[in-house]
């Protein structure tokens, strides 16, 4: 029950011309009861000076109380409207209060006209009660109404009205807000029919918790989100939540776009203020996770609501995605209910979004909780690949579309002919059954109401269009124009848009437009108040009213957009990059689009790897497709290449790195951008060495990057970090000579700069003196190296500890308690950033120190070398302490009797190692392999491992290795097999120990 009424009525009456009044008034009351209508309520009389309007009577209508709202909200809006007009022409105020009741009502036919139902008894009092005591221009509802309404209209505090004549005070709450990101008011839908089966082996599957996710997968309308609405709205059966999002068609470019719909479902975070959506996160995360973390900040982020002037989350990206990713999990956990998280139409995901949500399904299974996800049959993808359960929409049987088609015709004798016409065509889409019955309703070829339409014309006059399609551009073509314009520039936004943003591209743009569309089932209205929202009802309404406009308008639109996008949010402008450039790019506005793709990449590359990727993968597509002659062309092309080139090492496993490689390399060759050439060689480098373990084709380059850094135009910190990429490929390849030539050129251009690359420099330049025997000179840059890196920062303190500890594997320096104290810092430090590539490092570095120094906890060090090894094969870093890690643990392996299993492991990790031309531990690999293979003693080990320390021994020469030759000549001790061949063994041992100045000792496999 509504009641409102004009403020101060008698004032007015007395200002105004008779004549005038009555024009407002009816201005006033039209308005208000198209919009009655418009919500399904009816008009129940006007009062002279304010009206009364049912909902849920004649009809019943479910949600009759939320429309009640709605309708309050949209008719104080209405009124300020008409108010702002009022005020101009007779300066005065106009005003309506509103007030709301629900209750049982007697409603009878008394008299005739508009007035022709009529509701009487306790509620309708009530509902005046509330419209007397609300604040003008407001609404406020009772008790029984705000109960209704709970959770899904924002209501403001408690408020107490006097009543005449009582002395009692009832209370009241004021309608604020109706913002859920959902539909809210029901569709007028059908029974679903024809997929019992489907439905009830979802529900059985989610209610046995055991999957982590479920794919749904069918054609476009056959039914996938008709099913998932079916489930979600029965989620309650088995005890579960439903948090349902989409992806867009036009955002799969965007990165981190379908996570963050989610993420915000998830949340409830609609358009609240930033600081009460905060808050309201907060509230749905555990107690440990405060305001302050970086956790919820990292959250923050992705939802678009962080405070404005904090500094962004110091830690690495590892940890940023690592941390979200618990994050998510906590919080699903600590929802008061398993929760069924339904992401639809992933054919459409971005990268980044699939990526994170993958990961965090990966953790669903120890929640109960499941991710349900919809797609079409062309998509692939980890979401596919991983999910536990898939459910395959088949069309539906003839004899169930029938049925379907008949629901919404009715079956009139008059139809005859027509179903079968219609269910024949629709070949089991349910959605091309829908459409075609609008389409004959549109054309008048049917007339009556859904569920009674009798045939009007010519059965065999009557046309059926063969694809769904067809169906759709001819009811899309019948619209009168304005409300067409307003769905083909709706389509340019997506499948979900505002009525503000609509107007920004086409300013004369009504209400009432969109009010056509939802009559006509084109769109849904989703958001009511402040701001209405509305959506496609199905993608392919968008698809269509997009393909079938004018290129040239549509572009137009893009452009528009575009700015309306900067305009409607400058707070947001960063936040939107990609989005932007999505537009301008399908506005063909080619050179702007690849510029805000870069920016987008710019400002993620701290946040988010892959979604950083995803921008500049977009910008160099945007480039591929510009003409040769383009201005400016090969920059724009080099550009984003030379950055995945760059960041490849991060990630890691980029099948198309060796062509970006390749292709940058063309294009600079072309343009003379030494720079973007270098970035991309010193990138492509780093990847080999670091997550292929290949330093033999990473050194390849070396010469080639050292030549270009003279004559590149950068500031001195880079050009050492380009050469330090070339200084540890010949650290790894063990090519001394040249490394200590880049040592010298990277001292020179560093001066006294000290940065990451100038701490490694100095500690790789201090690890190649100390094996080529230049011991103290090396130990004494060794130890700069390992302050200047602890100064520094995480990752290189971790990285320079782990050399320094890998010198006690190769006998070179004896493990000691300050250095393994060093290498807990690191770790520790480490683990706080939360970087893979530190924490691999130093897990390796305290692991291999405890397994040899006295005293230290050898199952510790295990466990540790373990999660290096776990670390490194998961995310293909560090690859080169693969090796050393392996051979420590074989030693351990075979120490608890499982031989075989520790020579077989040996094998293959040499067997790599030989060929990548890693060779850098092999000094550490083949002793251990050696002792192996002497400790069981077949013949063909013996042999095996001759033949092996003669390798060692040429290779040692041949590379001049000190170290090497250190190694081979423990190797000999273990194999000699005489007393005296022992002795004459280990005396060129201790000779050879001299020379190198090894002052440790290589790990024995039995201690004596
Ligand atoms: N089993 C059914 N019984 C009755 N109507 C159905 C059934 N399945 C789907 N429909 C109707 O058909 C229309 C299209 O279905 P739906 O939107 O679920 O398709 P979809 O598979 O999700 O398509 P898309 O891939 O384009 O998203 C909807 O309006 C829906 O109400
Ligand atoms: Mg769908």
Redesign the pocket.
Known sequence: MLFGDVVGSMKLAATLDPERLQEIMHALFNKSAAIVQRYGGTVDKFTGDGLMALFGAPVALEDHALRACIAGLEIQEATAELADEVRRRDGIELKMRVGLNSGEVIAGEIGRGPGRYTAVGHPVGMAQRMESGARPGAVLCAESTARLVDGIVELGPAQYIDVKGQSEQVRGHEVVAIALDQAIVGRD???????AAELEKLLEVFASGDAAIVGVV??????????IREVASRAAEVDADAVIARCDAHTTNVPLWALTRLLRAMFAVGRQEPSAARAQVIDRLPASIGMESDEANILFELLGISESDTTRVELSLDARRRRLIDTLTAATQFRPLPTLFIL??VHWIDAASEATLAEFAANLSATRSTLLV?Y?PEYRGPLREHRDVSIT?AP?PDRVTAE?TTGLTGNDASLSGIVELIAGSAAGN??FV?EMVRDLVDRGVLVGSRGGYRRESDIDKIAVPTTVQTVLAARIDRLPPQAKSALNAASVIGSTFDLDVVRALLPNTDRADLADLVSVELVDQIEFLPRPRYCFR???VRKVAYETQLTATRATTHRRLADAIQEVNPAAIEDNAALIGTHLEAAGDFEAAHSWHMRAAKRLETRDMVAARTSWERARRIADRLSEDYPGVLAMRAAPRAMLAWTDWLVGADPDADTCHQELRALTAQSGDVLSLAMGIAGRMTALCTNYGKPGEAVASAADLTNMVDDIDADAMLKVDLLFTVMWAQFLVCDYAALFQTAERIRAIAGTGVNSSVARATAVCGVSRIVTGDTEHGQRELRLGIEQARQTDAVTFAAVMSLKCALAPVGLEPPDAATLADAREALRRAEAVGDNFATACALWACGSMLLRLDGGSTDTGVEYLKSARDIITKHRTVVVALAPIEADLAILTARLGDRDDAIETMRTVIGRQLTNFDVTFMGVTIPVLIQLLVDRGRPDDLAEATVMVQGMETQAAQLNLRAMTFCAAFCKTVIAETDSAKSAAMSEYREAAERVGARGDILLLRPV
């Not at 059908?190 to 997929?195: A, I, K, Q």
């Open positions: 839908e059908g029974p679903m029919l024809g997929r069918g054609e476009p309308g056959v039914g996938k989100s008709r099913l639809e139409d919809s079409r929409l539906l379907i349910p959605f829908e199905h993608p392919l």
